[in-house]
C-alpha cells in the first residue's frame, strides 16, 4: 500500500475529472491520520476551496458545534474529508463520473486513517458508501438519507452512520438538524463503546433471529431491506 503521504501527494496534483479545471486547490482532507472516527463529505465549497481545507464554511462551524455538543472535536482523532477533493464549479452537484475517478483517493483515505466508525454527511457519501455495504445495490443513486440515517451499517469491520449534511440544517430543514444531533451522539456512543458497533449489533440481531427474540432496532436485515 502506498504511504498516506504519496496518496495526498498524488491527489494534490491530480487531473483525473475535469473537476481540476476550475479549483484553486485540491482539498484532501484534515485530520488525525489515525483517527477513530471520519466524516466524508459531499465536496468543497468556496471556502474549502480557498483554505485547502474540508469544512471551514458555515457548514463545518456547525458540524464543529454540533461535535462539541457530543463531546468530539476534530482537534482529536477525528479526520474529515469529502467524496471528491475538488470544488464544482457554483457548488453544482459532483457528477457520477467525478465521484468514481475520486474514489481512490477516498478507499485510499479509510484504508490509511482505518477508523472505527464513518459518518457520511449527506447524499452523495453516503449512496457512495452504502454500494459498500451492500456490495453495489441495483441502484444505490436513489437511496434518499432521511430512510437511512441513523441506522447503523457494518462497512466491514468498520461502523457506517448515514446522516445529512449540515447544509441541509442551514437550509431550515429542522428534521437535518435534529437528525444530525441523534446520529452524531450515536457516533459519540458507538466510539465510547456505550453502543454497540455495526459488526457486534449484526450478530446480536442474528442470535435474536434465532431465539426469535424481538431484533433490535436499526440493525440486521431489516437495515438492509431499506436498501432494496
Ligand atoms: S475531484 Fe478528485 S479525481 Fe477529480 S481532479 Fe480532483 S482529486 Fe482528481
Not at 431550515?172 to 457516533?187: E, F, I, T
Request: hydrophobic share 40%; proline share 8%; glycine share 10%.
Amino acid at each position: 500500500m502506498r504511504s498516506f503521504e504519496h496518496l495526498r501527494d498524488e491527489a494534490l496534483g491530480c487531473t483525473r475529472c475535469r473537476l481540476a479545471e476550475g479549483r484553486t486547490q485540491v482539498v484532501f482532507g484534515v485530520g488525525d491520520p489515525a483517527a477513530d472516527l471520519m466524516f466524508v463529505g459531499e465536496a468543497p465549497g468556496f471556502h474549502e476551496d480557498r483554505r485547502g481545507e474540508p469544512f471551514v464554511g458555515r457548514a463545518g462551524q456547525l458540524l464543529d458545534r454540533l461535535c462539541g455538543e457530543v463531546g468530539l472535536s476534530r482537534a482529536s482523532g477525528v479526520y474529515i474529508t469529502n467524496t471528491v477533493k475538488c470544488r464544482p464549479p457554483d457548488n453544482r452537484d459532483p457528477q457520477p463520473d467525478e465521484i468514481a475517478s475520486c474514489r481512490p483517493y477516498l478507499a485510499g483515505q479509510l484504508a490509511h486513517v482505518d477508523p472505527g466508525v464513518v459518518v457520511t454527511l449527506g447524499a452523495f457519501a453516503t449512496r457512495l458508501l452504502l454500494g459498500d455495504v451492500t456490495g453495489g445495490p441495483a441502484d444505490p443513486w436513489r437511496v434518499p438519507v432521511g430512510s437511512v440515517a441513523g441506522y447503523r451499517f457494518a462497512l466491514g469491520p468498520r461502523t457506517l452512520i448515514p446522516t445529512f449534511h449540515p447544509a441541509a440544517a442551514l437550509r431550515g430543514n429542522a428534521d437535518a438538524l435534529s437528525c444530525l444531533r441523534r446520529d452524531l451522539r450515536l457516533a459519540a456512543d458507538v466510539l465510547a463503546g456505550r453502543v454497540p458497533t455495526a459488526a457486534e449489533a449484526l450478530g446480536l440481531a442474528e442470535a435474536a433471529e434465532a431465539t426469535a427474540e424481538p431484533v433490535p432496532a436499526r440493525t440486521g436485515a431489516e437495515q438492509l431491506r431499506l436498501l432494496e
